[in-house]
Nanobody, 117 residues
Framework: QVQLVESGGGLVQPGGSLRLSCAASGLPFSSYDMKWYRQEPGRERELVATITSGGTTTYLDAVKGRFTISRDNAKNTVYLQMNSLKPEDAAVYYC???????????WGKGTLVTVSS
């Protein structure tokens, strides 16, 4: 059974930092591309960052230069380091693991990030 468990969300002031973690189990983690999405109330879920199994990273334009995605295959964990946070970064952040070549994908339950003074 695949499980993705996010952690690290919380309340932070504008300009602050948070590091999100997503611990994966039940899948061959090192062979999966991993993604972080976010969703604000009333809006569609958007892709924030991707790290491939080979370590290549891509980012939503709005977070480039501020967010960094990384992975630790020994710990089956993917991270999202978020710096210089803005109020518009506030959302529920979800970890995602798509099964390559299929329409199957796994989701965590999300972790809430609130950016407010």
């Amino acid at each position: 059974q695949v499980q993705l468990v996010e952690s690290g969300g919380g309340l932070v002031q504008p300009g602050g930092s948070l590091r999100l973690s997503c611990a994966a189990s039940g899948l061959p983690f090192s062979s999966y591309d991993m993604k972080w999405y976010r969703q604000e109330p009333g809006r569609e879920r958007e892709l924030v960052a991707t790290i491939t199994s080979g370590g290549t990273t891509t980012y939503l334009d709005a977070v480039k230069g501020r967010f960094t995605i990384s992975r630790d295959n020994a710990k089956n964990t993917v991270y999202l380091q978020m710096n210089s946070l803005k109020p518009e970064d506030a959302a529920v952040y979800y970890c995602n693991a798509p099964l390559s070549g299929t329409h199957i994908e796994y989701w965590g339950k999300g972790t809430l990030v609130t950016v407010s003074s």
